[in-house]
């Protein structure tokens, strides 16, 4: 039974190919949660407010919260374009950017019995700036679960000032890394409030998952353990091996570039170092570690060699993962094999609390 006294706020993540949607209350817990594979590559302009409002409705029935939106459902080829915000971009930032959705498409999600005045949606904008290497960089939907992951890890002023300036990985198709400064503009205790003036400096995108799916699915490497998988069920390809996975990480820390390395994954086959069956684990390795290795020796780079807190008396600097169990679980075995400290958000949490205190800040509570 959903508790709608408690109701405040709707949240949606509408990406390229799913929609989740959470009902939360004040403090950012989730009562109630629906989810469609109706992403945005799914439809046209026109479909958006239909779609939504059927999802929505059952909730907008019992009580008329706000709606907020976040995602690929801002971007040009989604419902309207809520454009981006440059960095430095705070979350102040982002809820002074908020993209009112038109009248004539936010009408088919008001409920009939209800004037409408009493409900509105807004887009989240997403980010655009320089990458640590001096690329242009775009996000979408990742910018509310970076602020909403600051929330949920650092929750009082003594633990957010030890880390000043924390490094944010969301694992995925296209893996974002961002930096953050948690400084804020004035001398005083960090909180929720001055989290909101706190910034992403800079982030860059990673398209690990998207390339480890196009090796399995496309090429010769991913044919190996298909034919492993094909010749032994038991034996599945697909499940995880430890051994070869850890294989794969000390590969990526070897001399040699990407495209060299991956045809290890054959080779070592052939010469019986590795299970036809372990290619899977094997290439997950090499990816995640490249991308993690790139981006901590941009970072820090004295501490990618170094396993542990080696330094005794000294911080060694923060990573907030955010995202699946299983991805996080991968992205934080690699980490540990260097000197930084490493803690999880789940991603529902992060994307809940993120849109709820742009909310707040806008005032749409």
């Known amino acids: 039974m959903i508790d709608f006294k408690r109701a405040a706020l709707i ?28 992403g945005v590559l799914n439809f046209s302009a026109g479909q958006y407010g239909p779609e939504l409002s059927t999802l929505l409705q059952p909730w907008l029935r019992e009580k008329p919260v706000p709606v907020m939106l976040a995602g690929m459902v801002g971007s040009a080829q989604g419902w309207q374009d809520a454009g981006y915000v440059a ?57 509310v679960q970076i602020f909403g992951a600051l929330l949920a ?10 880390h000043a300036s924390p490094l944010v990985c969301l694992p995925g198709t296209h893996s974002k890394w961002a930096q953050v400064s948690m400084m804020p503009k004035e001398p005083c205790a960090l909180s929720a409030t001055s989290i909101a003036h706190s910034s992403i400096t800079q982030f860059s995108t990673y398209m690990t998952g998207e390339l480890f799916a196009l090796l399995n699915t496309h090429s010769i490497l991913g044919k190996m353990y298909q034919h492993a998988d094909n010749a032994d069920n038991n034996n599945s390809a697909d499940m995880f091996d430890s051994k070869a996975f850890d294989e794969g990480v000390k590969t990526a820390r070897a001399p040699g570039s990407l495209l060299h390395k991956l045809f290890s994954a054959r080779s070592k086959v052939l010469n019986k170092e ?42 060694q600097a923060e990573i907030i993962l955010v995202g699946a169990p299983a991805l996080s679980k991968l992205y934080k075995r690699v980490i540990a094999s260097t000197s930084f400290n490493v803690c999880c958000v789940d991603a529902e949490t992060a994307s809940c609390l993120g849109i709820l205190n742009i909310a707040k800040i806008a005032g749409k509570l």
Not at 31 to 37: C, E, F, G, V, Y
Not at 303 to 313: A, K, L, V, Y
């Open 153 to 162: 890890t650092y929750p009082d002023a003594a633990q957010a000032t030890e």
């Open 274 to 315: 590795l299970q036809a069956s372990g290619v899977h684990s094997y290439l997950s390795g090499i990816l995640i570690a490249t991308e993690v290795f790139d981006m901590l020796s941009a970072y820090q780079p004295s501490d990618i060699n170094t396993t542990g807190n080696t330094i005794e008396g000294v911080t």
């Open 11 to 38: 949240c949606v993540d509408w990406g390229s190919s799913n929609l989740r949607a959470y009902l939360i209350d004040g403090k950012g817990e989730v009562l109630a949660r629906l989810q469609s594979d109706k």
């Open 87 to 143: 960095c430095p971009a705070t979350l102040a930032d982002l809820a002074e950017s908020l993209c009112p959705v038109a009248p004539s498409t936010s009408k088919p999600l008001v409920n009939p019995d209800l004037r409408d005045e009493q409900f509105q949606a807004y887009i989240v904008p997403g980010v655009k700036g320089l990458s640590s290497f001096g690329q242009i960089d775009v996000m979408r939907g990742e910018e």
